[in-house]
């Protein structure tokens, strides 16, 4: 009864009688109360989008057609506003959001409140929690401020947000779009220029690119990103977001002192030597390619981001001498694994006159796979030159992964590991030393060699790890706990 008395108010259509039933209902149910408030929150935030609103003082209620002019049903219409204004008189008088933990932020401490003020973390990331009950995450970097407990700017910034039923309409205001969420889970990409894009993981979302006129439905496993005042599809990149439940571990491994034993790690690393290349990716000015500059698995850390098809990264190491034993490699975050192979580093060329050449990607499969030219499989494989590995990296999907391969020729052998474990090796007929040089990370060739993601730290050796070292490696870069 209290949904079609709720919708009749908004249409305007409800009567004298009705109102008094709505007004008896509110004052003495609270699950009546909670239905009328959620409502309200998406009537207004759809409103508000369609009008163009963009300031806090759009209406939270929309004006509706009376159909009378009943001096008892305008009083009953004014005890459900003094009602309702008393409500959110309380909500305004409270905090839009609190901070629940944050891990590397030193812009804010665990359990302050944030109002409208602007906010920047530079480093870092940090878990809200609305008036209303929305868990928020918020990547650095970012800026941002919150207008009410109900519409959060940012500027720029990586958002990902769980919204409960009682806080349906919580809308993400962009420089590009906005985003009404209907009560689902859903993340929110701001770069420093360009489109925003918005991501569903589960529920529906509706979306508007500033400029266009039709508002848009999303519901989970849809993406759009705001161009030019356009909505445009594109992939989901769900992995892309740090939800919630990691940030708790996050948290816990720094304050555990992972970071400390990773860059000692590192430093050890730096002085072997057999040390063909460290790419930590902390260089100011980067690595040459085509790709987005983000924060890595530290806060203040950076790691290269790839996300378009031709993004890439380009190195040039090792060239000029053969590689009996070869050690790969890096940790990893998948945004997806649409393409059928993602590179973690390929070397220019496949020619047969240079056998050797090292290829190194995640299949289709999810698994792990280094190819070296002119190698053979032992007889029986079905493959020629192409090794895979056994566990696929999908059920890591959306947290940052250790992947490492050792190839070593003389012993005609690959052995393949995630996060620290050894998983399998694979045995060659015929085993060429490794050959480098040219070579890039997350886009070899255009059309199937797209990388979605972000690779850290990535470690080329002339030497076999041994299992030991491998599992002490996983160990002391892991950023969880």
């Not at 060239?319 to 997806?336: F, I, S, Y």
């Amino acid at each position: 009864m209290s949904t079609k008395l709720i919708e009749a108010y908004l249409d305007g259509t409800i009567t004298a009688p009705e109102m008094q039933q709505l007004n008896a209902l509110l004052l003495t149910d609270a699950d009546a109360r909670r239905e009328f408030a959620e409502t309200l929150n998406v009537d207004s935030a759809l409103a508000a989008l369609a009008a163009g609103w963009t300031k806090a003082e759009a209406p939270v209620i929309r004006q509706t057609k009376w159909r009378t002019s009943s001096p008892r049903w305008i009083a009953a219409a004014a005890s459900v506003a003094l009602l309702l204004g008393s409500w959110w008189w309380q909500d305004s008088q409270r905090a839009f959001a609190t901070v629940e933990k944050a891990a590397g932020v030193v812009e804010m401490a665990d359990g302050s409140s944030l109002r409208g003020e602007s906010h920047e973390i530079k480093a870092g990331s940090v878990a809200l929690v609305t008036a209303r009950g929305a868990r928020i995450v918020i990547e650095a970097p970012a800026e941002f401020r919150f207008e009410s407990a109900q519409r959060l700017h940012m500027k720029r910034g990586r958002l990902a947000a769980d919204v409960p039923p009682a806080a349906k309409g919580f809308t993400v205001i962009t420089p590009t779009g906005d985003a009404i969420d209907l009560g689902t889970r859903f993340g929110v990409d701001v770069p420093m220029s360009g489109a925003a894009e918005v991501h569903v993981f589960q529920g529906e979302v509706i979306t508007k690119a500033t400029g266009e006129k039709a508002k848009q439905s999303l519901r989970g496993g849809d993406a759009v990103s705001f161009d030019q005042g356009a909505s445009t599809s594109r992939e989901l990149r769900s992995s892309a977001f740090i939800q919630p439940d990691e940030m708790s571990e996050l948290t816990a491994g720094l304050a555990a002192g992972q970071r400390a034993r990773s860059d000692a790690a590192l430093t050890k690393l730096k002085n072997d030597p057999a040390l063909i290349t460290l790419l930590d990716f902390e260089a100011d000015e980067g690595q040459p390619g085509v790709y987005r500059r983000v924060q890595g698995r530290w806060p203040g850390s950076h790691a290269p981001e790839f996300v378009h098809v031709g993004d890439h990264l380009k190195l040039d190491v090792g060239g000029g001498r053969d590689w009996p034993k070869l050690t790969l490699a890096a940790w990893v975050r998948l945004d997806r694994l649409g393409a059928p192979y993602q590179s973690l580093l390929h070397t220019d060329g496949w020619d047969s006159s240079n056998p050797g050449q090292a290829h190194w990607m995640v299949t289709h499969h999810a698994t792990m796979r280094l190819a070296l030219r002119a190698n053979t499989l032992a007889p029986g494989s079905g493959q020629q030159y192409e090794a895979d590995s056994f566990t696929p990296v999908l059920p890591e999907q959306g947290r940052w992964v250790h992947l490492a391969s050792v190839y070593d020729s003389q012993a005609r052998a690959v052995r393949f590991y995630l996060n620290g474990r050894f998983d399998k090796e694979v045995r060659f007929q015929v085993a060429h030393p490794a050959r480098l040089g040219p070579a890039q990370i997350g886009n070899w060739n255009r059309n199937d060699r797209k990388l979605s993601g972000r690779v850290d730290e990535l470690l080329l050796l002339g030497r076999a790890m041994s299992d030991d070292e491998i599992r002490a490696l996983h160990a002391a870069g892991n950023p969880y706990r």
